[in-house]
């Protein structure tokens, strides 16, 4: 049994959700297709759509349990969302305009809490906010606000409704670095839903795939990679916390040179698939000084170009035009080059 | 005579005003906010006709109503001894009447422009329904139902057809400024009029001002 438990059914006119789901008290992901049903389960959790029927709990408090045989037993169960205690964020920051950040974070805070809203503020680092309205921040700005306003409720699980899609690279990366603090610092899991594969394979530790209603499978987020069904351009994200020294940083033990000076520890990293060399040989005397050895995991054929998933102490993955692979005639477990210029590794600090 | 109606025609806009605001407040958050087609067209239909009756059809509706032999002016008569029909509470009924198509539709409107994400936030963050209303609701859309609220009001300053079919022409009980132009031009006194017709522009003038105002606001507060 999981820290979530979620066995619900809702029937539209055109649509049927039939949702099983059990996440641990990680960052867990949902990820689908629009009109895939990801919102609806997190409508569901949050007690805004009723589903048909089934239950839901989080750390073995029932939220919803409604037996489809009957309707009028006793024991059915459906909370008020007003009662859940679930933090929710929304794709857009929807902080209440008339509010300054401050009365904006305290709107749901319990004198109880096990957080003080101080807390929250340093921990989102929104110190320099508090006395400024929604209309005077950034997207970004906005969206660390909006989540501090669910952590400050100290709620049993955060449901996150693409929080980054509406916002520039920068400023995703710094939401994503923060998510990722969140869960560790105050153990509060997270429900994060996403079409976004890179988003997810970053942060998420397990990830729900769902098409027309339906759970197609449920994977730990590196195998997720995999599963990319498009050839839009992929992301390698990391977030990292790891030690630095001038203008490198360390993900899993392993040296990237950065173009600029390494700022903080608290850092996410970006490089982005198309700027990954992959290189069968050493390559010497060439305008890119981070070069490793690593193994192909798995090869996938997308569309007009081929996604090469490699291992090189930490998981990479490249995309290269169908001409080079046939050229490079590479297989899976092959040993493999990877290089990409300090320039392509974007830094957004924490 | 003037001064007269010009506190009784305020006074008896105040008393409209007053009663509609919880109802359209009410029919605003029912329309907006529940999801029944037909219960929403029945309200909406309810909510329009006195904007498309003539005023005086709506009076003679009044007095028919509450008239003592009308199936709430018997009740009110023989129950509780309080006859409508002709008195100050019948011009405040007639002018509530006529007035709340203005404000009910002005809220709705309001009401309908919050984002109805906040709401469901407010909820996640431990708000009940009264809370959430208050605090999200209300709060944001403030600007729209002060508006509406002033329309109504405005409103209710010239209203003449349901009034002195249900309250008559009465002075002091519901010769309010309306009426009594109507009086002044029967008898001809030209000095009343121009004093009237004076008042009743002004009223006019600066419940309108104030209503635009209120407006730009509403539209600027969204923007932010």
């Keep these: 049994m999981g820290f979530i438990n979620i066995d619900i059914t809702k029937k539209y006119p055109d649509f049927l959700l039939k949702c099983s789901l059990d996440f641990n008290n990680k960052i867990n992901g949902i990820f689908g297709p629009s009109g895939s049903g990801k919102s609806t389960i997190l409508n569901c959790i949050a007690g805004f759509i009723s589903p048909d029927a089934g239950s839901i709990k989080i750390n073995d408090k029932i939220l919803y349990k409604i037996s489809e045989s009957n309707f009028l037993r006793n024991d059915n169960i459906s909370l008020n969302a007003e009662h859940r205690n679930i933090g929710y964020v929304t794709q857009k920051p929807n902080l209440f305009p008339s509010m300054n950040v401050d009365k904006n974070i305290r709107y749901g805070y319990k004198d109880d809490n096990l957080i003080s809203v101080e807390e929250i503020i340093d921990t989102m680092n929104i110190k320099n906010l508090i006395h400024r309205y929604p209309n005077e921040l950034s997207g970004g700005e906005a969206q660390k606000v909006s989540i501090a306003r669910a952590l400050a409720r100290f709620p049993s699980v955060i449901l996150m409704d693409e929080p980054v899609s509406e916002l520039d690279l920068k400023s995703k990366l710094m939401v994503l670095g923060y998510l990722k603090k969140i869960n560790e610092s105050f153990s509060i899991p997270i429900i994060y839903v996403s079409h976004d594969i890179s988003e997810i394979v970053s942060i998420c530790d397990k990830v729900a795939i769902i098409e027309y209603g339906q759970i197609k499978d449920i994977k730990n987020s590196q195998s997720l990679a995999y599963f990319s069904t498009n050839d ?7 977030v990292i916390n790891e030690s630095i020294s001038g203008n490198s940083i360390f993900i899993n033990s392993i040296k990237i040179n950065t173009l600029h000076k390494v700022k903080s520890t608290n850092a996410v990293i970006l490089i982005p698939s198309t700027s990954v ?24 054929l997308l569309g007009s ?17 169908k001409n080079s692979f046939k050229k490079m005639n590479l297989n899976i477990n092959d040993e493999i080059y990877v290089i990409f210029k300090s320039e392509n590794v974007k830094i957004s600090y924490i | 005579m003037v001064i007269d109606a010009l506190i009784l025609t305020i006074q008896v806009s105040i008393y409209a005003t007053l009663l509609n605001i919880p109802l359209a407040i009410l029919f605003g958050l029912i329309i907006t906010r529940y999801k029944s087609k037909s219960i929403n067209l029945t309200l909406d239909v309810l909510i329009s006709l006195p904007l498309v009756l003539p005023p005086v059809l709506s009076g003679y509706f009044l007095l028919i109503i509450f008239s003592p032999t009308g199936f709430i002016g018997f009740f009110l008569d023989s129950v509780l001894g309080v006859e409508i029909v002709f008195t100050k509470m019948a011009a405040v009924l007639a002018c509530s009447v006529i007035s709340f198509p203005l404000m009910a539709r002005a809220v709705i409107i309001a009401f309908d422009s919050v984002n109805r994400d906040l709401e469901k936030i407010a909820r996640s963050l431990g708000a009940g329904y009264i809370r959430m209303f208050f605090t999200v609701t209300l709060r944001e859309s403030k600007y729209g139902v002060i508006a509406g609220i002033l329309l ?25 400024i309306p009426l009594a132009i109507f009086q002044s031009i029967q008898t001809g006194n030209d000095n009343d009029l121009s004093l009237l017709i004076f008042c009743s522009v002004g009223l006019g003038f600066l419940s309108v001002l104030i209503n635009y105002f209120l407006i730009n606001k509403s539209t600027g507060n969204n923007r932010g």
């Design chain 2, 152 to 176: 109504g009001f405005a409103r209710s300053l010239g209203e003449f057809g349901a009034t002195i079919i249900f309250a008559g022409n009465i002075q002091g009980i519901s010769r309010t």
């Design chain 1, 305 to 321: 170009k081929v996604r090469v998933f490699c291992h090189i102490g930490f998981d990479i993955v490249s995309d290269i035009s």
């Design chain 1, 277 to 300: 060399i992959l290189s069968k040989y050493p390559v010497k005397h060439i305008d890119a000084d981070n070069m490793f050895l690593g193994k192909v995991r798995n090869i996938k």
């Design chain 1, 232 to 238: 839009t351009e992929f992301e390698n994200i990391y």
